[in-house]
């Protein structure tokens, strides 16, 4: 009896034990599943498990602006969008020409690729809001990426960009995004004027209310966030070392976890922001920076949500903190970042052989496929196969050569809901330019001498018509030296008043916009530029 009270009394024990320490160890498995903040509060996210993702990206080197040079890398970093979203696992569709030397580095995209035209992009927005709207039916939360990369202009004080037959303003690409019926939607942009695509300006460059402009703008729509490579009226860039836009490179890098701070698997607006702000900070030259907008959705700082794609990643700890660049054996560029003393990254890993180089050293470590989780600290490095050579652009040698760290994150202001800034000092808003002003008074001055002209030849005739019955020689003599004078004045008045005229014409005709394409090579750089009207 005793026997069996006491076997009673140690199950009892065990029953309370157990229960005891289940919480426990509830909390400690829990802690052991979740990512380590590390930093910052925890940014809550779209679940996983409910959620579509979907991505149009476009590319275009060619502009129906015939005087814009063409770019190298639009169509590079079209194809490394395509890769990178897919990785990310959204859907993704891809509008480009891919030249020959793309198109064997990118097969799948080459392979899916469409060409940047109206009529492709038309029927892959048709498709894209009806694959969203099938997603939204099941009550899935769905988020759209529309990444550009190309060619900004600015026509009549409306930014626009452009496609290889056809200009897509900020008013059309507002009514695009209005069709697709997504929770959010996000635009990335890589082009000259990119801000005046999303943000409407007035004429002689100062930014007019809203209300002024008569179309639904971008800044309207509460479901969407902007990135966008320019917060002003200022050229883009494209970088050979890249073999990219820079501005494209540096959001690819904080996209593949290069910018997630807080390391929860989820980029915000503001680590972004940052990130390829930070990248920039050591550029002395502004006109080679970025000058970066980032403005997200109303409800949500959240970009990009990578943690799907964590299963395959690269740890650097901030024992081995520095400047990295990630890069497979194609030689392609996929990442660049510069992690901080005592800040740990992740980054995301596609599934083939990578390469993670430390250009300080030349130190070079090579990430295999069949190891989809390492870390830095656990790799030996090795000579690299490929060294670059040359003496690299002095301004864009120097991206990435700045720490990122909680401290840029945490001064990176987000752009407000409605745009505040000004591209420079006010200016009054009036259309008479000195040169318009010229071109006016000109064509006045040239339609007085054509009146004067058709004046004198009207009286010319007539004196030449009226002659009297009975005319001596002297009024005969002295009346065709009068015809002859007035015909003289009708022929320079005309020819004078219409020459001004054509001038007055020409000034107030001539395009005065000028777009500024420059590209910055290993070797120089190249600045160039045209006008449209």
Not at 49 to 75: C, M, R
Not at 282 to 291: F, G, I, Q, T
Request: glycine share 8%; proline share 6%; aromatic share 6%.
């Amino acid at each position: 009896m005793k026997s069996r009270t006491k076997r009673a009394f140690v199950r009892s024990l065990a029953l309370a034990f157990g229960l005891a320490v289940l919480p426990l160890s509830s909390s400690w498995a829990q802690s052991r599943t979740e990512p380590d903040p590390r930093s910052g509060p925890r940014v809550s996210a779209p679940s996983t498990s409910a959620s579509a993702t979907f991505a149009l990206v476009i590319g275009s080197n060619q502009s129906v602006d015939s005087e814009l040079a063409p770019l190298k890398y639009a169509d590079d970093d079209a194809a490394r969008y395509f890769d990178l979203f897919r990785l990310l696992g959204a859907r993704t569709t891809l509008l480009t020409r891919l030249d020959e030397n793309t198109r064997r580095l990118h097969s799948q995209a080459a392979a899916e690729a469409e060409e940047p035209r109206i009529a492709n992009l038309e029927r892959a927005v048709a498709q894209l809001s009806a694959a969203v709207a099938q997603a939204r039916s099941r009550s899935l939360e769905t988020t759209v990426y529309i990444v550009y990369a190309g060619h900004g202009n600015v026509r009549d004080g409306e930014g626009y960009i452009t496609l290889e037959d056809g200009r897509i303003t900020g008013a059309a690409l507002a009514r695009i995004v209005s069709g697709i019926n997504a929770t959010r939607v996000h635009l990335v942009v890589d082009a000259c004027a990119s801000y005046l695509v999303a943000y409407s300006r007035g004429p002689g460059g100062q930014r007019r209310p809203l209300e002024e402009f008569r179309v639904r703008s971008l800044e309207d729509d509460p479901r969407v966030g902007m990135l966008l490579s320019t917060s002003s009226a200022r050229e883009s860039h494209e970088w050979e070392a890249f073999q990219s836009g820079v501005f494209s490179h540096e959001v690819r890098s904080g996209l593949y976890g290069a910018a997630d701070m807080n390391g929860d698997g989820i980029v915000t607006y503001r680590e972004i922001g940052a990130f390829v702000a930070r990248a920039n900070a050591a550029v002395p030259n502004e006109r080679y920076r970025p000058d970066i907008h980032a403005r997200p959705p109303k409800d949500s700082e959240v970009f990009v949500d990578i943690r799907r794609a964590l299963s395959r990643r690269v740890l650097i700890d901030g024992s081995h903190a520095g400047h990295y660049v990630l890069e497979d054996a194609d030689g392609i560029r996929l990442a660049d970042l510069n992690n901080a003393a005592g800040q740990d990254v992740v980054l995301v890993r596609p599934d083939r052989t990578l390469f993670l180089r430390r250009p300080e050293d030349e130190a070079e470590y090579e990430l295999e496929p069949a190891r989809p989780q390492v870390a830095l600290a656990e790799l030996s490095p090795r000579a690299p196969l490929v060294r670059m050579r040359g003496a690299a652009h002095e301004a864009f040698a120097r991206l990435f050569a700045l720490p990122f760290d909680s401290r840029a994150v945490d001064e990176f202001a987000l752009a407000p809901a409605a745009p505040l800034r000004d591209d420079g000092p006010a200016t009054p808003n009036t259309p008479w330019s000195p040169r318009r002003t010229l071109g006016v008074v000109a064509l006045g001055v040239g339609a007085v001498g054509l009146g004067l002209g058709t004046y004198f030849a009207l009286d010319a005739h007539g004196v030449a018509t009226r002659a009297p019955d009975r005319e001596s020689n002297a009024d005969a003599f002295e009346r065709s030296r009068r015809v002859s004078r007035e015909e003289t004045a009708a022929t320079i008045s005309l020819v004078g008043g219409g020459a001004v005229a054509a001038a007055g014409a020409l000034l107030l005709l001539w395009p005065q916009a000028r777009n500024v394409q420059a590209v910055a090579l290993p070797s120089g750089g190249y600045v160039g530029y045209s006008h449209s009207f």
